[in-house]
């Protein structure tokens, strides 16, 4: 069974912290993917990232996708309370149509 | 307004009483996908289409079944539901080249 492992699992900050959320895994994805979910809504994708050493930005969130295409991170500068919610990585196997899930970063902010 | 739809959103039944949860997506997406979230396991995979009539298993496919009739539509059976199966259920569809999910509201079943 593949897995892909995220950490870490909970974290709780005050505004205007810096953080860092990872995606690991011994197999290599297509691509990996980022979402993120509010209570009682499904997750909404945030990023897509495809190459080796890929770095994207979303406003004050970072991406990176691993040279080996094995592992990813997310960075989050400054956060803000806004930034509360469950956040997801996803591997893409393969183009084959399986999805692997990490098992969440919930994420809470207070002002 | 693109979307995926699913019903019903709440269910709650006895253990071996066959049920079926419904997903619609009107963005003409080939990809399907069915799964299931628990507390500290975050989502797993039941079943996934590739297309109209290709089906394929994801992680946890046991005491699940899916059929894809049509392109829109990709229900999920549970034959005989069992008190593990209790869960909130996401359906998700994308275009096949990305993969990129898009979810539905869930919906979320408790087996007595």
């Known amino acids: 069974t593949q897995l892909l492992e995220q950490s870490p699992q909970f974290l709780s900050i005050q505004e205007g912290e810096n953080l860092t959320v990872y995606c690991n895994s011994s197999?290599?994805?297509?691509?990996l993917q980022w979402y993120r979910q509010e209570p009682g809504e499904g997750p909404v994708l945030l990023v897509t990232?495809?190459?080796?050493?890929e770095v994207k930005k979303l406003k004050r969130l970072t991406f990176q996708f691993g040279d080996a295409r094995k592992d990813s991170s997310l960075h989050i500068t400054a956060a803000q309370p806004g930034d509360t919610g469950l956040y997801l990585c996803?591997?893409?196997?393969?183009?084959?149509?399986?999805?692997?899930f990490g098992q969440g970063t919930e994420l809470s902010v207070k002002p | 307004e693109a979307q995926v739809t699913q019903n019903p959103r709440y269910l709650i039944t006895v253990t071996g009483k066959k049920l079926t949860v419904t997903c619609s997506q009107n963005?003409?997406?080939?990809?399907m996908s069915w799964y299931r979230q628990d507390p500290g396991l975050g989502l797993r995979q039941i079943y996934y289409?590739?297309?109209?009539?290709?089906?394929d298993k994801g992680d946890v496919p046991e005491g699940y079944k899916v059929s894809r009739k049509e392109k829109r539509n990709f229900p999920l059976i549970l034959e005989s539901p069992s008190p593990n199966q209790t869960s909130l259920y996401f359906c998700?569809?994308?275009?096949?080249?990305?993969?990129?999910?898009?979810f539905g509201p869930g919906t979320r079943l408790t087996v007595t």
């Open positions: 289409s590739m297309n109209v009539e290709v089906t």
């Open positions: 197999s290599v994805f297509s691509s």
């Open positions: 990232v495809v190459t080796g050493g």
């Open positions: 998700a569809s994308s275009l096949q080249r990305t993969y990129e999910q898009y």
């Open positions: 963005m003409n997406h080939e990809y």
């Open positions: 996803a591997g893409v196997y393969n183009q084959g149509g399986k999805l692997i």
